[in-house]
């Protein structure tokens, strides 16, 4: 993975980026079951990324019902409740490249084609559009020499910049981790705690909003309980 | 630059900073940093009248104070020019008609003689922006252009009357890029199609706060019963909008809510289908005392705001539409919205969340009741669509697309692109 770059080094400050995003239609669609498939075999890579985690900076609402546009678009358009959960319960983070995610997405399809008999030909009430995505990451001036300093500046971070460290980080970094928790870790043991904490938090199941605030509180706990 | 126009710039910033919050203007500023300076020229048909001239007399000022060298120009032309573009506005969207050729030569002749009057500015452009099909032939003329031309379409082109679109596309298939507002309004064609939908501006007459006097004026300038609760419908008399079938979700609603509905409408003066649906309407109104049907003039944005405000629940019940902007408009006066499950309504009406989405006249009457029995959620309701117009749908957020596209069309295909870092 050469293209992949360490995170964030702790001798330098944390500097602060945000990214815009611009959806682009890769022209190919499915009113079917067995068109998704087809689809889902064909379409560039970015396709796959943007949308279980591209979603996130569309607009749309916080509380999905359906952690991802697949599963969604499964059960809106395609009435197959099964099948969306089953889509749904794919975790992009288990998978080390978007390729073998992709393998799973349709191995999934694949599945519920054999089951039914129906399935294969039942007409979507809406097609699905495949669509990537490009994203234009920018610097946003902030700069924290410490951890502490962040504290208070992290309730307004923009999105854009939640994506960009929490999202878009464990797609370039080579730990595949948060850019957060990949600069702590550079202090050595004295965040180790902070770091954990922040690994541990899923951000497939949470808005970039509630990502901000989870992020915000992890930091908050930790300056309040070593001061 | 002119120090008065540095000056108007700067508080066309702070107006929208009120709204929509510092961060989000400097986002902006930090976008646009790498688009400083650049040549940009929107091209479109009209200056006033219409979302595309709406949405540019905020655009262009926004571009111009962050730094971006902004213009927008008009292309005009003959009756016979505007003929044969409204042929083309029809048959995009469906209508089986063709153009004569005479018309046909018309436009070309059109573009080309704006080619000449606008030429030096196209060609030295670093991004020109085409708006809708008048101008898109404007690009053959151009041989030496040295930026990048997009093509913004603003009509959905997804089942065009074939030999139209043929025509047409010969003109915009050279751009570098295009724009629709929705995927599913895309045509297949040889560049980039970036999907940017429509957005609402929050300090237009249309949306802009209103004095609380105001919108009670509205109750006594339309006679509407101060004592009941208000339904809302703003849309054209059109089939595709279903008037009738808001009619009859009222009549069943308010069997055993009382209620009182206001549908809000355009002239249709012009427009012979329109003057069939709005009397199909009244006749099923039958009089009643609590339907109120309205026709008003095309520029009636603050009476339109005024009643938007003033009512309850706003209903869309469209069972087809393009994007639906009044749907933004209702939410961002913080009115849950009943809408139809068709196009960009859904992209808006998170059903369950910010209003709900409806099939049937009995589905809208439902959902009606349940808000007006239910108001901790139809206020609960309204909160949530503020807010998510406030994220997504205000010409902040187009804004930023734009610019988004802009750096990204700079930078070829990437995925990721890493700007000044």
């Known amino acids: 993975?050469?293209?992949?770059?360490?995170?964030?080094?702790?001798?330098?400050?944390?500097?602060?980026?945000?990214?815009?995003?611009?959806?682009?239609?890769?022209?190919?669609?499915?009113?079917?079951?067995?068109?998704?498939?087809?689809?889902?075999?064909?379409?560039?890579?970015?396709?796959?990324?943007h949308h279980f985690w591209g979603?996130?900076?569309?607009?749309?609402?916080?509380?999905?019902?359906?952690?991802?546009?697949?599963?969604?678009?499964?059960?809106?358009?395609?009435?197959?409740?099964?099948l969306a959960e089953r889509l749904s319960m794919i975790i992009p983070n288990d998978f080390e490249a978007l390729e073998e995610l992709r393998?799973?997405?349709?191995?999934?399809?694949?599945?519920?084609?054999?089951?039914?008999?129906?399935?294969?030909?039942?007409?979507?009430?809406?097609?699905f559009f495949f669509l990537h995505a490009q994203t234009v990451v920018?610097?946003?001036?902030?700069?924290?020499?410490?951890?502490?300093?962040?504290?208070?500046?992290?309730?307004?971070?923009?999105?854009?910049?939640?994506?960009?460290?929490?999202?878009?980080?464990?797609?370039?970094?080579?730990?595949?981790?948060?850019?957060?928790?990949?600069?702590?870790?550079?202090?050595?043991?004295?965040?180790?705690?902070?770091?954990?904490?922040?690994?541990?938090?899923?951000?497939?199941?949470?808005?970039?909003?509630e990502i901000r605030k989870m992020v915000t509180e992890i930091f908050q706990l930790h300056f309040e309980e070593r001061p | 630059m002119d120090p008065l126009l540095t000056e108007a710039l700067k508080n066309f910033i702070e107006e929208y900073t009120a709204v929509t919050g510092r961060g989000i203007i400097q986002h902006l500023e930090q976008l646009a940093a790498p688009l400083k300076g650049a040549k940009v020229v929107h091209i479109n048909s009209t200056r006033e009248g219409g979302g595309v001239a709406e949405i540019?007399?905020?655009?262009?000022?926004?571009?111009?104070?962050?730094?971006?060298?902004?213009?927008?120009?008009?292309?005009?032309?003959?009756?016979?020019?505007?003929?044969?573009?409204?042929?083309?506005?029809?048959?995009?969207?469906?209508?089986?008609?063709?153009?004569?050729?005479?018309?046909?030569?018309?436009?070309?002749?059109?573009?080309?003689r704006s080619a000449e009057e606008l030429r030096t500015l196209l060609e030295e452009a670093d991004f020109v922006f085409i708006h809708d099909p008048q101008p898109a032939a404007l690009l053959a003329h151009c041989p030496n252009r040295k930026g990048k031309w997009i093509w913004r379409c603003h009509i959905d082109v997804s089942h065009p009357y074939r030999s139209v679109w043929r025509y047409l596309e010969k003109w915009v298939a050279p751009y570098d890029a295009s724009i629709f507002s929705l995927p599913e309004f895309t045509q297949t064609l040889p560049h980039p199609q970036y999907i940017i939908p429509p957005s609402i501006d929050p300090l237009s007459e249309k949306n802009r706060d209103l004095p609380e006097a105001e919108v009670e004026s509205a109750w006594r300038q339309f006679n509407l019963d101060p004592e009941l609760p208000m339904i809302l419908q703003v849309s054209r008399y059109d089939r595709f909008k279903d008037p009738l079938g808001v009619v009859e979700a009222f009549n069943l609603a308010s069997k055993r809510t009382p209620l009182q509905l206001v549908l809000a409408g355009g002239g249709a003066s012009d427009d012979p289908e329109g003057e069939a649906v709005l009397s199909e309407v009244r006749q099923a109104v039958h009089g009643n005392p609590h339907i109120h049907v309205l026709l008003l003039p095309a520029n009636a944005h603050r009476t339109i705001n005024a009643l938007q405000r003033a009512a309850d629940i706003v209903l869309q019940k469209s069972i087809r539409e393009g994007f639906g902007l009044t749907v933004a408009e209702a939410m961002w006066k913080g009115k849950p919205v009943v809408g139809g499950d068709t196009g960009g309504i859904r992209l808006q009406v998170i059903d369950h969340f910010t209003g709900f989405l409806v099939?049937?006249?009995?589905?809208?009457?439902?959902?009606?009741?349940?808000?007006l029995h239910r108001r901790d959620i139809l206020n609960e309701m309204g909160e949530r669509a503020r807010r998510f117009v406030w994220e997504n749908y205000l010409v902040t957020r187009h804004l930023r697309e734009y610019l988004t596209l802009m750096v990204g069309l700079l930078?070829?295909?990437?995925?990721?692109?890493?700007v000044g870092l």
Not at chain 1, 58 to 80: K, T
Request: hydrophobic share 35%; with cysteine.
């Open chain 2, 56 to 112: 540019l007399q905020k655009l262009i000022p926004f571009k111009q104070a962050l730094g971006i060298d902004a213009r927008w120009e008009v292309i005009t032309g003959s009756a016979p020019f505007y003929q044969c573009t409204k042929g083309f506005h029809n048959a995009l969207q469906g209508m089986r008609v063709g153009i004569p050729d005479g018309l046909l030569r018309e436009y070309e002749a059109t573009n080309a």
């Open chain 1, 1 to 49: 993975m050469s293209d992949l770059k360490p995170a964030e080094d702790p001798a330098q400050p944390f500097a602060v980026r945000d990214c815009a995003l611009i959806t682009i239609a890769t022209g190919i669609q499915a009113q079917n079951l067995k068109e998704f498939r087809e689809g889902l075999q064909k379409v560039p890579q970015g396709s796959i990324y």
């Open chain 1, 103 to 127: 393998h799973e997405v349709v191995e999934v399809v694949e599945q519920r084609l054999d089951e039914s008999e129906l399935a294969p030909w039942s007409m979507a009430g809406q097609p």
């Open chain 2, 359 to 371: 099939r049937t006249p009995e589905g809208a009457a439902l959902r009606v009741r349940y808000l």
């Open chain 1, 138 to 209: 920018f610097d946003s001036g902030l700069r924290f020499a410490h951890p502490a300093d962040m504290v208070s500046y992290l309730p307004s971070l923009s999105t854009g910049s939640i994506f960009y460290h929490f999202i878009d980080a464990r797609r370039r970094t080579e730990g595949r981790r948060d850019d957060f928790s990949g600069w702590l870790k550079g202090f050595g043991e004295k965040y180790s705690d902070l770091s954990d904490r922040l690994c541990q938090v899923d951000p497939y199941f949470s808005s970039l909003k």
């Open chain 1, 55 to 82: 979603r996130l900076l569309r607009a749309q609402f916080d509380e999905p019902e359906f952690n991802n546009d697949f599963a969604s678009w499964v059960f809106r358009g395609l009435h197959d409740r099964e």
């Open chain 2, 411 to 418: 930078h070829g295909s990437e995925d990721r692109i890493e």
